[in-house]
């Protein structure tokens, strides 16, 4: 499988702005935008980008759109390059592309965007800190805009399983990196209390036992599965990564 991001679309390590990176990004570098094929989560987040790529598909190049958790940048830098109006904020990262920004106290007017996506950042906000983070996410979408969000599912098929079998579960990571693990469910209890309107949703990757621990253990060779069992295995709710469209209601 090609990497996502093509080499057209890197970001310029020569700019003046320069970058600051902190957290995972001081550790592993710029790992999205070059990304490792036996990272684990490699195939998800590839399945991931492609499900964004269609959800900006309709989206005018004057609509304003933000990338809230940009990381280093390598979204905002592909949308850029096919003609969209796209910036992004990072708490742990800053570049000619992404701005520094707390996401609980976001630098921009009520209302300011018309397209907010917001990728698997809220499981890394502690869980008392999740509403008020996403109430100020949604503060900066316009009435009638639209928020795409991707949160890891921690009720998902191997998960439950495993707590039924030997009361654990399994994790989407760390739990010093994902300090806000939720169901699905919650998560959209969360977007109920910000009143956004859940559009629609999905998931990618149902984690059938053999299948889950395969391309855990070996993703660049067991990778295609992620495609392959989302195309025959129903139940969204059982799946790694929860997909979400939601709209900001018309005041």
């Known amino acids: ?48 980008v492609r499900w964004v790529d269609r959800c900006l598909e309709g989206v005018k190049s004057e609509a304003r759109i933000l990338d809230v958790g940009a990381g280093e940048g390598a979204l905002v830098a592909r949308y850029r390059d096919r003609g969209l109006t796209i910036e992004g904020v990072d708490a742990a990262y800053a570049s000619d592309l992404v ?17 907010v996506l917001f990728l698997d950042v809220l499981e890394h906000v502690p869980l008392l800190e999740q509403s008020a983070a996403l109430h100020e996410v949604a503060r900066v979408i316009k009435p009638g805009g639209t928020l795409f969000m991707s949160v890891p599912n921690l009720a998902h098929l191997h998960s439950r399983l495993k707590f039924l079998l030997a009361g654990k579960l399994t994790r989407t990571s760390a739990v010093d990196r994902h300090p806000g693990d939720r169901p699905v469910a919650e998560y959209l209890e969360l977007l109920a209390e910000a009143r956004l309107e859940v559009v629609e949703r999905g ?40 997909t979400i469209q939601a709209t900001k209601p018309p005041r």
Request: hydrophobic share 40%.
């Open 1 to 48: 499988m090609p990497p996502i991001v093509e080499p057209s679309q890197e970001i310029d390590a020569s700019s003046p702005a320069g970058r600051a990176r902190d957290g995972d990004y001081a550790e592993r570098g710029d790992y999205h935008r070059h990304l490792d094929p036996h990272w684990s989560y490699a195939p998800i987040y590839e399945r991931k």
């Open 99 to 115: 701005r520094r920004a707390d996401l609980r106290t976001l630098p921009y007017d009520d209302g300011a965007f018309d397209v």
């Open 203 to 242: 998931g990618i990757f149902p984690t059938l036992p053999i299948a889950f621990r395969a391309v855990n253990r070996q993703p660049k060779r067991w990778g295609w599965l992620v495609g392959a069992l989302d195309a025959v295995v129903p139940g969204l709710g059982l799946r790694f990564l929860a």
